[in-house]
């Protein structure tokens, strides 16, 4: 059968990075891409949909014209893995051989986990800017809304983009409050979680906001049902005691960040954790029990914010490693858990959390320029002008802005040495 050097599923953000920066370190190299969908989107610009500042047709190209032309490309979906003998199944059954695998596939949304939702996504006021097909209904709403009760929900964690169910809801306050409607509309944040954002240093600047547009903050609210024609939705709340009920609270808008999980072919794979997740290196994003695999982007189970940018600090550190490991040779670029969550406060404003594993902050730019933790227009304008602009021209075709690698000082670990040959720990 056929057997590529190295073999990637999936064609999105994590996929066509690391296929772009391999390329760029050698040119000739023999790389596959797996990926079903004839078109890439840039997801990041959906909040910008849904708050009517960007068209949905700026964030989407066909997936043939950002696909490397060096690269052999399988239209199909990747179903399963077969680590010992150096193979992907696909959906048809086909088998392609590999010597090194690099597996990101992105997440699944889980409609499905609240009865009522799917049969209502985009009618009674339903949206969500998860959707390429949705955001734009999103802003239709905001605009269309001119009192009542405006709904903001967010899932248990892990989601991707933590940020974007809170972003939704500030643009639309920003743009009810330009309207002089903000005062007839109850707007309320339902999270699953029990604090505002998950690192601590930038909630005092979004308490700010939830005040300023009289947000009331509903945490501990997971949301349990939707039933579009009464629009009406369900909530478990659970009370500091750990005592849960159930709430039904009516909306006209409801704005909702689907459950996510790891996709099914993953988590019922030899490649996953206890939860489903690409079990990785935190560092090396090195398969923890497969040498020769590597992983990227929101199916992996790196702990980091799963953005985006995220994938814009790990493609190079997985095309440094993947390139030794065809060498035989232990990986030796380390990712330092890097993400970024731009929070569009208000129209022209932006809180940039940026920080890596355990919160630690890692601000890009010096804070006379952009302090992270309060709002920016700086921030505005790179979101809006500089970052689509660097995600197709420069992410995507693997040059490393702001993102070169960082090399391991020490040497590996005894287990990271057999870098190109599977091995159980
Ligand atoms: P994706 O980019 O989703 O790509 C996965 C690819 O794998 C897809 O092309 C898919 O078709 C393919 N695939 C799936 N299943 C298979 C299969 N079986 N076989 C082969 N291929 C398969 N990030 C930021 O940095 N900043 C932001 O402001 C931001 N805002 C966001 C707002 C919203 C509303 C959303 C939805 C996301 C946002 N993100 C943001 C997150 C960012 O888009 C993701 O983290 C990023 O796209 C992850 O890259 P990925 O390659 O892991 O997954």
């Not at 964030?59 to 990747?78: C, F, G, H, I, L």
């Amino acid at each position: 059968g056929v057997r590529h050097d190295v073999l990637i599923v999936g064609g999105g953000a994590g996929g066509l990075a690391v296929a772009g920066s391999l390329l760029r370190r050698q040119p000739d190299l023999d790389i596959a891409v797996v990926e079903p969908r004839t078109e890439h989107y840039y997801q990041p610009g959906w909040t910008l949909v849904g708050g009517g500042v960007f068209d949905r047709r700026q964030t989407v190209r066909p997936m043939a014209d950002v696909m490397p032309e060096q690269v052999k490309w399988y239209p199909s979906a990747a179903a399963g893995f077969e680590p010992e003998q150096q193979q992907l199944v696909l959906e048809d059954g086909e088998r392609i051989g590999y010597r090194i695998l690099v597996v990101a596939p992105g997440l699944a949304l889980d409609w499905d986990a609240i009865p009522g939702l799917r049969d209502t996504l985009g009618r009674n006021g339903v949206t969500s800017n998860y959707l390429f097909d949705l955001a734009p209904y999103t802003w239709e709403l905001i605009q269309s809304t001119r009192g009542g009760r405006a709904l903001f929900t967010q899932p248990p964690m892990p989601i991707k983009c933590a940020g974007a169910p809170q972003k939704a809801m500030y643009l639309a306050c920003d743009h009810w409050a330009r309207q002089q409607s903000l005062k007839y509309i109850d707007v309320e944040f339902c999270t699953a979680g029990a604090a505002l954002f998950g690192v601590a240093d930038y909630v005092p600047a979004l308490m700010d906001y939830v005040q300023k547009y009289g947000i009331k903050l509903n945490l501990q609210h997971n949301l349990v049902g939707v039933d579009g024609g009464r629009r009406c939705a369900t909530f478990k709340v659970t009370d500091t005691e750990g005592h849960s009920r159930e709430v039904e609270k009516p909306f006209d808008m409801l704005h909702v960040c689907p459950p996510q999980k790891a996709p099914a072919f993953i988590s019922a794979s030899p490649l996953a954790d206890a939860a489903g997740w690409l079990e990785l290196d935190p560092e090396t994003l090195q398969h923890k029990r497969f040498g020769d695999i590597f992983g990227l982007g929101d199916a992996g189970n790196t702990p980091n914010a799963k953005t985006a940018a995220a994938v814009r600090k790990q493609a190079p550190v997985v095309a440094e490693n993947v390139l030794r490991a065809l060498r035989g040779e232990a990986p030796r670029a380390v990712y330092d858990g890097y993400g970024s969550c731009p929070l569009t406060v208000e129209r022209g404003k932006i809180v940039l959390a940026e920080f890596g594993y355990g919160g630690k902050l890692q601000p890009t730019f010096p804070t006379w320029l952009v302090e992270g933790r309060q709002p920016s227009r700086l921030a505005w304008l790179l979101k809006e002008k500089l970052l689509p602009w660097v995600y197709w021209n420069a992410m995507l075709k693997g040059r490393e802005w702001l993102a070169g690698p960082q090399l391991l000082a020490h040497s590996p670990a005894p287990h990271e040495a057999s870098a190109a040959c599977n091995f159980e720990e």
